[in-house]
């Protein structure tokens, strides 16, 4: 199993501009969900999902959009890339139980300039 | 408004002694409650949870206490490591929200010492 999976690993865009940050699993997992993480503020939940067709807003919802047609896929799209979104984000997956907690990603980091 | 908080950013310890990272929280809805270990360059990886009906669960050199009514919980980890060094996030979810949706902390930076 490659377990969770993000693409690009680095990536820089210019303000204004579209991109779509890649997130793929293969354990079968219904929760799906993305985190950005800022430095002195943790881990902050984006948009997540409980299963295909699914989703839901997080804690910082604004400047981003998801869908999940797939129990695979949940692919985070970043409508017009600001500077304050400049971070690193985390895709994480689970199971309907709670007891193992979320597999995460290694992460994407974005700058935008 | 931080509801999960860790407020020693950083921890240093020698090999063979114990650590202790703390968190509190202040949301009384949150009923299930995880650790989570990070190091640099890759994603968080869970460690150990407990339920908040109970109030220790161990899990080897790592045991996590909660203390509902201090709404405080902590990690100890037994002895200490040099491979323990890392950033430890204390996370917690709600009654009605699901181990996809989690409010962490801002993260402990623990350095084992030799």
């Known amino acids: 199993n490659a377990g969770v999976t993000q693409t690009p690993k680095f990536q820089v865009l210019k303000t204004g501009q579209s991109m779509t940050l890649q997130c793929a699993q293969d354990m079968n997992h219904e929760y799906m969900s993305w985190y950005r993480q800022d430095p002195g503020m943790g881990l902050r939940l984006i948009h997540y999902?409980?299963?295909?067709?699914?989703?839901d807003q997080g804690e910082v919802p604004n400047g981003y959009n998801v869908s999940r047609s797939t129990t695979e896929d949940f692919p985070l799209r970043l409508l017009s890339a600001a500077p304050s979104q400049t971070s690193v984000y985390f895709c994480?997956?689970?199971?309907?139980?709670?007891?193992?907690?979320?597999?995460f990603g290694p992460g994407t980091r974005l700058t935008v300039l | 408004d931080q509801q999960v908080k860790q407020n020693s950013p950083s921890l240093s310890v020698q090999e063979g002694r114990i650590s202790i990272l703390n968190c509190d929280y202040t949301n009384s809805m949150f009923d299930y409650f995880l650790w989570y270990k990070k190091y640099p360059a890759e994603g968080p990886t869970f460690l150990i949870s407990?339920?908040?009906?109970?109030d220790k669960n161990e899990d080897g050199r790592f045991t996590v206490f909660l203390n509902k009514s201090a709404k405080h919980l902590s990690l100890h980890i037994v002895p200490s490591q040099p491979g323990d060094s890392a950033v430890y996030f204390c996370?917690?979810?709600?009654?009605?929200?699901?181990?996809?949706?989690?409010?962490f902390g801002t993260g402990t930076r623990l350095q084992v010492t030799l």
């Open positions: 996370a917690a979810s709600g009654f009605t929200g699901t181990a996809s949706k989690l409010t």
């Open positions: 407990i339920s908040s009906i109970k």
């Open positions: 999902s409980v299963g295909a067709g699914i989703t």
């Open positions: 994480a997956s689970s199971d309907s139980g709670r007891v193992g907690g979320q597999f």
